[in-house]
């Protein structure tokens, strides 16, 4: 059976990443790292030893990156990175899956409908799979821009946005510090969740903890709505116990001063390994003159993702409610 292109991709990508692997001795992720530079470049890196270099050559000669589309770009670079972090023993090394991410970029597009332009931010882009998919589903001229802490996962996602040709600035910084950024119209992310260690920072958020290490997913939302337009939208992968932990009321009392909940998107559990992994997708819009919560909000239990009839359904709820929404039949004012 003929090989799809994302496979060719894949495969060489993978082989590379081997070869300098074997040669640097380090991990995968970092060779991988490499082999996206040489793609991207077509040469290898300057610094690379004479011997590595002429084995890096020789694969170049073996693929003809111009042929390959940018949707099986980032869908080839996605396995190889998936590879990658099976490997990685660091909890922050985990991709949002290609199905969630594509459930985040229609979502996106439903609530930038009508807008010429729209500025993107994700806050916790890590390798910016995310980031890139809600791109690609967008029909507007996009202005994106991407915060990541961890200094192999950002060097991943400015690769991978160079390779799918997506112009994004990215900011290598603690994305719970403030950002030399104006405000955007829509924010993804999908927030990394766990204890924030920084106390002193904590300090500035109104979601601090009243005593111990203040939640990290609670203060990203918090930062995120900071850097939001007022009437703009966030789109949020959460995990399940969001509204259910020890902090939760503080949280609640502070989405509902700031923001209108538009709508929760649970999903499915067999995209899960166990319960306590299991998310949903949280859309905000930012509390701003004009603005009202939906009479209905979206709440919407999403089926497996293997069941396309069920998709189906769903998906044809889905889009009947936001036209109603984006028409403003669904506003609280109206």
């Known amino acids: ?29 970092d060779s991988l790292t490499t082999t996206m530079e040489t793609l991207f470049y077509q040469d290898a890196p300057e610094a690379m030893d004479d011997i ?27 396995l190889a990175i998936l590879k990658g972090m099976k490997d990685s023993t660091q909890q922050q090394h985990l991709m949002t899956p290609e199905t969630v991410a594509l459930l985040v970029g229609y979502l996106a597009k439903k609530v930038t409908t009508g807008k010429e332009k ?14 890139t998919t809600v791109i ?15 200094p192999t996962l950002i060097q991943l996602a400015v690769l991978n946005a160079n390779l799918q040709q997506q112009e994004v600035e990215f900011f ?22 766990g204890y924030y260690p920084d106390d002193i920072r904590a300090n500035d958020f109104e979601l ?17 709505l900071n850097y939001t337009n007022a009437g703009g939208y966030l789109i ?10 020890d902090q939760s009321d503080k949280l609640h009392s502070f989405m509902q001063e700031n ?17 306590k992994n299991r998310k949903s997708i949280l859309i905000l819009q930012k509390a701003g003159q004009g603005t009202s919560s939906p009479k209905q909000p979206l709440l919407v239990k999403m089926p497996s993702f293997k069941n396309e009839s069920a998709m189906g359904d769903i998906l044809e709820q889905m889009n009947t409610w936001f036209t109603k929404y984006n028409s403003r039949e669904l506003n609280n004012n109206e």
């Open 136 to 150: 690609s589903q967008l029909d507007q001229q996009v202005e994106a821009y991407a915060g990541e802490v961890d």
């Open 236 to 245: 949020f992968v959460i995990p399940d116990f969001l509204f259910e932990s």
């Open 118 to 131: 729209v500025s993107l931010f994700d806050p916790a882009s890590g390798t910016a799979n995310l980031l």
């Open 208 to 224: 601090k903890a009243d005593e111990g290490h203040s939640y990290a997913h609670h203060l990203f939302i918090e930062q995120a």
């Open 52 to 78: 590595l270099s002429q084995k890096v050559q020789n694969a170049l000669k073996e693929i003809d990156f111009s042929t390959f589309k940018i949707e099986e770009t980032r869908k080839g670079i996605q």
């Open 1 to 29: 059976m003929e090989k799809s292109n994302v496979e060719i991709l894949y495969e060489w990508m993978d082989k590379t990443t081997e070869i300098i692997q074997k040669h640097e001795e380090e991990p995968y992720l």
């Open 259 to 275: 923001a209108h909940i538009v709508g929760v998107v649970r999903l499915p559990e067999s995209a899960f390994k166990s319960e």
């Open 172 to 193: 290598h910084q603690d994305s719970l510090r403030p950002f030399l950024l104006d405000p955007v119209d829509l924010v993804v992310a999908d927030l990394p969740v």
